[in-house]
């Protein structure tokens, strides 16, 4: 890691100097700005500086971060130092309060649970869909309510679902419980304050406004931390979050204006679409280049207006065609992003998959959990199992030992073999290892997920458990009577998956293809950038690119909504190329959208190469 006296450019001098004098301040950093480098300058000052006077009074350093890949990332970039305590935004906020279970149950009691019950009564009216589900929450939640007193302890896990009886917490509870308890308890806040003297936040536009309310409400006293915000307003592509970020009144305000990543062509794309920062290259950019291709679009024809199967096959003849003209077919330096996963899922080949957790058995947070590979369905297999048979396919047994003493009780020191001779240890992980590897190809993920637990390959949570030795439901599917079990659907139907698309849905979230979403790179560069615009293969009511770039051709202006969550998507889109970005955007009236974009001055008019027309025109 970089050491202090290395500070050559201003911003992280400025940085340094708020440390020195216990100044809390703001950093804005533009894409390719060298944000994490920032904060990593700043961890690094600290230690060098006052790290004798923190160790001797048992005080750390917190550095707040949006994701478990961004806390790996920091943690090893700071030598895994037990100085500095990394951690996601959950994490952090649950140590905060856990051990408070009384003041947990009173904040339940008086404010979260009648909120919740606040909120979902102004859904309570007439028989819609919405007012059925609502009716149900308020029972459940007015038993909470009445029954909360007999809870004994209130635990939080990321992969459970929220049950107030028996003291079950989610993730939005954790963020509302531990915002509304530091900002009303003084003492929670000087305990705080004692503990950790300095408070960076990375990614600041992506946390939420509560927490950064209850954070400042600590910082912005004398005497308590110092608090730092690391992030870019205009890279806030999440929902619910706070986008533009402040620290308490009087801190001070940096920025970051040097782009050492993309090339000049992009930069200057970039200071087009925002107009509150200005960026420079810096001494090594390349020239680059930028081109916007116009591809004929036709209205979606199948589930919610999107795509059928057989629109899906055209519209990839068509990007074909385009990723040919751009001369990128077989070029291996180049990223593909898309809005969704279903192009990527029909190409890639775990569309069964996709549409289930995208489907109408899914909830929100489980969609999400399939994006990022955490649903607790996937994790056994993405973690343990898919792991090990490619492994098995090498012969890579020292591999094979290492993942299953991370993960298996077969190689458990304390577990079920701990008293077994070495030599009978070793036969029964070949005869475990060789058993799923045998019915890898022929069976479903239920038999797979059974298998693997029987023989000790995996340790299996309660709810997959519960999940994978109940009764199959057979009764038909209800959305409002089956609202809160919907899950159990979702199970059975991936319980009768075979384990193909498993391994290919792998390659995608493990980042073993070209393929990505447009949020699954933010933070990320690559040398060649194709972006795909298609509001009618996303058809999500807050994105649209058509309406964005190309209002007049599109028909109507885009909401307010619309209009900022697409523009800052298509910033951190469009900032990921260190050379050359691709665009394309399939829209109703090529024609018509060129000379609007040419007039708007967002691209210059040789970067906006000839149209094609969509392949069901020509068939």
Known sequence: MES?????????KEIASCIDNNENFTVTAGAGSGKTSSLINALQHIRDSHQLRLRAAGQRVVCITYTNAAVKIIKRRTNLDELFYISTIHGFMWDLISRYQKDIRSALKNHLIPERISHKEKDDHGNSKVAQKARQQLVRLREALQNIEYVDVFKYDNASRRDYINGKLDHDDVIDLASYMIQLNQPLQKIIGHLYPYIFIDEAQDTFINVMNALNTVTEKEGLPLIGYFGDPMQQIYEKRAGQFRAPL?????QKKKNYRCSQEVITLLNRIRTDLEQFPGDKNSIGSVELRLIQSEPGQGNRKTYTEEQLDKVILNFNSALNDFGWSDDNEVKFLFLTRQMIAHRLGFTKLNKLFTGPYSSKSSEDEFKEGEHYLLKPFINTIIPLIHA??????????SILRRDSAILDPSGKNKSKPLKTIHAEMHNAIELIYNSWQSSSTREILTLAIAQGI???NDRLVLQLYRTPREEDFDEVLHSREKGDWLCDEFFSFRTNELTKFNEFISNMTPYSTQHGVKGDE??????VFDDTEASWSHYSFSRLLTPQTAGTAPTEGQYSKSLNLSYV??????KDLKIILFTSDPTKARKELID???????????IIKNHSVLM
């Open 4 to 12: 202090s006296a290395s500070f050559t450019n201003e911003p992280d």
């Open 392 to 401: 098995r396919e090498s012969n890579n047994w020292h591999l094979i030992t």
């Open 573 to 578: 889109c469009f900032s990921r190329a260190i």
């Open 526 to 531: 690559f040398e060649k950038v194709l972006v």
């Open 458 to 460: 995996i340790n299996p």
């Open 250 to 254: 009087g801190a001070r305000e940096i």
């Open 600 to 610: 708007s001055r967002f691209f210059k008019p040789e970067q906006i190469t000839p």
